[in-house]
């Protein structure tokens, strides 16, 4: 029996080289830069404009002689209004349009005034109105209360006048003569309050559909979103590899090898003058034949590519490895045992003997338990068990996966060399349970895949899943072998390249898309 496997920490191994390429740095770029405009933006608003605000806004600067154009709008005057020599009538709005109301106890005490002031350079100010909105009524008597409204020379003086958000008031004033809009001029005693000029808008003006922060943060996203969907596209059909001419022999993990068969022959159509054999016979036999070829090849690489399910047994320092994907692997069943889920427990004491009949598992019926399991060379096996039994398979008791040939067995158990002879031998004996990577344990007729402790295989869920029976996959390769040389290329090709869709398919996640680049970092 070989010594039980050894709870190993994986070691990071994803070269950051392989996931820095100009796309995924545009990328990451670029959603980061939408993501510091739209937080600056929401302080700016949040944070830097919380402040007490204060706008005005003059919606009315009208001379009253008729033909006097040559400050405000254009006038025509039709009847008398009394005596209106070079009069000149502004109404200005007064709006609290900042995130804060203004109160009385924002007010500074002086000498000269307390309130609001406007001044009109030099102009009399001969009357005034303010209006103010119904809704407003506190407004009002605020403007009303001692010392009040009131003018003064070319001024209109306001008492202390607290403004909820959104709340204004409009003064109407009567002046002795025109006036230009930079000649009027606000002042007042409020505390830590900024004062501003609005622009004033008439019926006749559409208000924008966004305010200028909302324009300029939408601008920015959209040209964010426009990159990464230029990216995406271009994931969507790959720039041509880079190809190369020769042979190159793929051997290693039966469970991966699907998979590497079709993206061999995609590879094959692609690149002229490419051969590329797989010869898949178990992870440790492929680690061994590759170790073997590359002592013989002397100083150069040999074009020969291992995978295994997990990490190279220890003994090979001259072997360089790459995470290609994450592997997933399910229990198969016989039919004729209509069992769908088997907790932790319960598969453990199936492969130490303690469970010999399917009948002491609820729901199955009066069959012997035989356990169909892969050789020693097998990668997938190996993954079973440090992944889900802690220990090693119990000994070898059958050839033939029915009779037992040590009597003293407590179950039958039998090792075949590959997945496919291991389904096949499943789907055909009653009572015999196997494992096998996820694809193959799709559709066979005879078996049917097995939950654990309620957990399916399923790639879709690999990221948030506690499912046990799952591995990474490595290459291996002897040492770096040149940037122009078929095994390069066909690496590249199988761990970046357009053969992630042809992975997936097969089941597995590559280890170069975001979720599977943290799976395969966490080992």
Known sequence: MRPPPQNRTPVRTVSVVD???????????????????????VAYERILQRGRRLGYRVQLNTPLREGDETVGDLTLRVGDIGDSNGSTLVLIRIENDGARDIGHADYEQSDVFEGLKVTFDGRTVQAVVATVPREFDRVKRHLAAPPGLRKEGDAVLMPKVSLARRQYFKLLVLLSARVAEDEIEFDRTLKDTEIHRNHSRSVDEKTPTFSP????ITLVLAACVVVLATIIVRTETPPPIGCARGTLTVTGSTAFAPAVRELAKKYEQDCDG????VDAHGSTAGIRALAAAGATSGKGSPGVLALSDGRKPGGYPQLRESMVAVSLFTLV??????????TLDQVRRLYQGRITNWNQIPGGPDRPVLLVSRDANSGTREVFQRRVLGRNEPANSSLDCVTKDDREAPVVRCELDSTEQVLTTVAKLPGAI???????????KGAHRVAIDGRMANVDEIGDSTYPYREIEYAYT????????????????????SGQDVIRTHGHLPCATPKGLRICGDG
Request: hydrophobic share 45%.
């Open 478 to 497: 002897w040492g770096q072998p040149p940037a122009d040389s078929l095994t390069s290329s066909f690496l590249a090709y199988l761990s970046r390249g």
């Open 274 to 277: 490419s051969t590329i054999v």
């Open 434 to 444: 196997g494992y096998t990577e996820l694809r193959s344990g799709s559709g066979l």
């Open 333 to 342: 069943l016989n039919d004729e045992i209509p069992v769908t889920n088997l």
């Open 19 to 41: 996931w820095v390429t100009a796309e995924n740095v545009i990328a990451v770029v670029t959603a980061l830069l939408g993501v510091l405009v739209s937080a600056g933006v």
């Open 213 to 216: 922060a909302a324009r300029n």
